[in-house]
C-alpha cells in the first residue's frame, strides 16, 4: 500500500516497539468488525466535500447506501477527531447519535429488514488531521506548488479515510461503486478517482466536479487531489480492450511529464502480462500529480516522485536496475493488483498488498531488462530488511506489522517462484490469485492456501518463518564422499521449506530437507564446488 514508508524512521521506530504495543478500545473499535458493524454492508457511497481554503476545513455530506444483513438498530459510523458529524439523517428523520472518540454510534429509527436497501445522510463539518509527514503520517495535505499557488491532497493508508470522510473505516466491507463530488475555488481543479462526470460552475466563485467510480474500492484509495492541473490524455490497447490513460500535472509539468509518462504502457503491458487484465478498465488508468511522494489511490495513483528514475534518484537496491524506471510509477501502479484488486479484510494482513506489489518491480526489471537484471534487483534490496519485528502483527487492532512485509515479502514471494521451476506456472499463479480474487477483499490465509493448492505444496511452514518469525532458517550441511547431508535448523517446528542446491553439472537441483537429516547423491568433482541457489533468503552453514 504505502509503497516507500519503511524508510520513514518514525515508522521503523514504531515498528521495532511493536512488541510492546498495548492496545486500545480506540485500537479495536476501529480494526475489528464490531456487532454495529457486522449487520450491514456497504453498497454505496455518495461523498459531497467542500473545501475551505482560507482557515483548510471541509464541511459536506456522505449517503451510504448499505444491505441490512439482520436485524439491528445500531449503526458504528467512522470520523476522526477533530472532524464532527453535525446531523444525520434517515428517511427524512434526524437520528440521534453518541460518539465514542473517532467511532459515532447512530440509532436508527426506521425498521431494519434484512436483505432490504436503505440509506442514511451524515453531514460533517471541521479541520481535518493535517499530514506531517505524508504518506507515512497521514491526513490532509495543505501545500503550495511552486509559484506558491495552493495545493492539496491526501494520503490515508492506515491513517484511516475517516479522517477526511465519514464511512464505515475498516478494509473488509467495501462499496460497489461511489460518487464523488468536490467543491472547490473555480481557479482550481480537483481530481478523483474514476472518471469526471460532470463540472458545474457555481454562482459563489466555486466549481463543483463530480467523479464516479464504477468498481469496488477501499477507503484509504478515496482520493482528494486538489491544484492547477492540466489533462494529458492517452490510451493503452490491452487485455481488455482500449484503456483510457490520463495524467494530471500541474500546468508547468505538462512538457515534462508528457516525455517521462512514457514508461507507463509498457509498464501495463509487463503488468498484465504477468497479472492479468488491469483490474479497473471502467475507471480508466490516471496519474496525478501530488506534494508526496506517493500512493497507490485507485485509478487515480499519486505520483510525487519529482519525474526522476528510482526513488527520488536513488537506487533502493543498489545494483544500478533502479535507476533504470521511476520507482513511483512502477510500485505503486502495481497495487492496482495487489491491493486495490486483491484487498485484504485487515491491515495486518498487508503483507499480502506489499510483499507482491515489492515483486512488481523484480518482474518489471526482468520485463525490459532480462532475467538476470531481475534476479539481481531481487537481490539487491535485500539489503533493506531489518527482521526487527514479525511481518504479521495482531489481528483486529487496525495494526501494521514489519517494514520488511515490502522486501522480506517479496524475497518470499521469489522462493515460491524459484520452488515452483516454471515460470509460466508462477505467471499462471499470479493470474490466477487477480482472477479468483477479483475485486474481493480477503484474508492472508486465504491467499496462502491459494498458493498451496495451487502448486500443489503445502508452504506453511514457509509462510509461518518468513511472515511471523525475525530470524532467517538455516541449511546446515556437510560432504561426505559423493553423499550430502542436509538439514533445516529453524525456531518454526518441523520446518520444511524446499530449496535449490547444485550436486551435478546439470544445475540447481530441488532437495527437500526437513529437521532431520536428510542425504542426497553428490557428483561435483570439489566439495567446495557445492553452492545454495542465491535466489534462497536463508542462512547456510556447512557443519563437521
Known amino acids: 500500500m504505502r509503497g516507500i514508508k519503511l524508510f520513514c524512521l518514525a515508522m521503523l521506530a514504531t515498528g521495532a516497539s511493536f512488541a510492546q504495543t498495548k492496545f486500545t478500545r480506540a485500537d479495536t473499535l476501529r480494526g475489528s468488525i464490531t456487532p454495529e ?33 439482520k436485524a439491528d438498530s445500531t449503526m458504528q459510523i467512522d470520523l476522526q477527531e477533530p472532524m464532527v458529524i453535525d446531523s444525520i439523517l434517515q428517511d427524512k428523520h434526524s437520528l440521534e447519535f453518541t460518539r465514542d472518540g473517532n467511532a459515532w454510534f447512530v440509532k436508527i429509527k426506521s425498521p431494519q429488514l434484512p436483505k432490504k436497501s436503505a440509506k442514511i445522510t451524515i453531514f460533517y463539518s471541521g479541520k481535518p488531521h493535517g499530514a506531517r509527514n505524508a504518506p507515512w503520517d497521514g491526513g490532509v495535505v495543505w501545500a503550495k506548488d511552486r509559484e506558491g499557488r495552493p495545493w492539496i491532497a491526501t494520503a490515508v ?22 460518487d464523488i463530488s468536490l467543491t472547490v475555488p473555480a481557479e482550481l481543479m480537483a481530481v478523483s478517482n474514476g472518471r469526471l462526470k460532470k463540472t458545474i460552475p457555481n454562482a459563489d466563485g466555486t466549481t463543483t466536479y463530480k467523479w464516479h467510480v464504477s468498481n469496488p ?25 482500449k484503456l483510457d490513460l490520463s495524467y494530471w500535472v500541474l500546468d508547468y509539468d505538462v512538457d515534462t511529464a508528457r516525455t517521462h509518462f512514457e514508461v507507463v504502457k509498457p509498464m501495463l503491458k509487463c503488468f498484465e502480462y504477468w497479472f492479468g487484465k488491469y483490474p479497473f478498465y471502467e475507471d480508466s488508468y490516471k496519474l496525478v500529480e501530488t506534494p508526496f511522494l506517493g500512493m497507490e489511490h485507485q485509478s487515480a495513483v499519486a505520483y510525487g516522485n519529482k519525474f526522476k528514475m528510482g526513488y527520488l534518484g536513488r537506487d533502493l537496491s543498489g545494483t544500478g536496475w533502479g535507476l533504470k524506471w521511476d520507482f513511483i510509477i512502477v510500485h505503486e501502479s502495481g497495487h492496482e493488483w495487489f491491493g486495490n484488486n486483491i484487498t485484504t479484510k485487515d491491515l495486518a494482513d498487508m503483507w499480502v498488498h506489499e510483499a507482491f506489489t515489492n515483486y512488481s518491480e523484480t518482474l518489471f526489471t526482468t520485463c525490459q531488462f532480462g532475467p538476470k537484471a531481475g534476479n539481481e534487483y531481487a537481490h539487491g534490496i535485500r539489503k533493506n530488511i531489518k527482521n526487527d519485528v514479525p511481518i504479521i502483527p495482531a489481528y483486529n487492532v487496525n495494526a501494521e506489522g514489519s517494514g520488511d512485509m515490502y522486501y522480506k515479502g517479496a524475497q518470499m514471494i521469489h522462493m515460491i517462484r524459484q520452488i515452483m521451476g516454471s515460470d509460466e506456472a508462477f505467471r499462471q499463479l499470479l493470474r490466477g490469485m487477480n482472477k479468483t480474487f477479483w475485486h474481493q477483499t480477503v484474508t492472508g490465509r486465504q491467499v496462502q492456501d491459494y498458493i498451496n493448492s495451487f502448486t500443489g505444496i503445502n508452504l506453511n511452514k514457509m509462510y509461518e ?23 533445516w535448523v529453524s525456531e518454526v517446528k ?16 530441488l532437495i527437500y530437507p526437513g529437521t ?4 542426497a547423491s553428490f557428483t561435483l568433482p570439489k566439495a567446495k564446488d557445492f553452492e545454495v541457489d542465491p535466489n534462497f533468503y536463508i542462512n547456510v552453514k556447512e557443519v563437521k
Open 217 to 241: 474500492i477501499n477507503n484509504y484509495d478515496v482520493t482528494m487531489d486538489i491544484g492547477h492541473y492540466t489533462e494529458i490524455k492517452d490510451s493503452y490497447k490491452g487485455e481488455g480492450g
Open 157 to 178: 493508508q492506515g491513517f484511516g479515510a475517516s479522517a477526511w470522510w465519514p464511512n464505515k473505516d475498516h478494509q473488509y466491507d467495501e462499496p460497489e461503486n461511489m
Open 37 to 69: 458493524r457486522a449487520w450491514w454492508d456497504v453498497t454505496s457511497y455518495d461523498l459531497h466535500v467542500n473545501v475551505n481554503l482560507e482557515d483548510s476545513t471541509i464541511n459536506g455530506f456522505n449517503t451510504i447506501t448499505y444491505t441490512i444483513l
Open 494 to 509: 518441523d520446518f520444511n521449506m524446499p530449496v535449490k542446491v547444485k550436486l551435478n553439472e546439470s544445475g540447481y537441483t
Open 465 to 487: 518463518q518468513y511472515l511471523t518469525k525475525t530470524t532467517l532458517p538455516t541449511l546446515e550441511y556437510r560432504i561426505i564422499g559423493q553423499q550430502l547431508q542436509f538439514r
Open 516 to 519: 532431520m537429516w536428510h542425504t
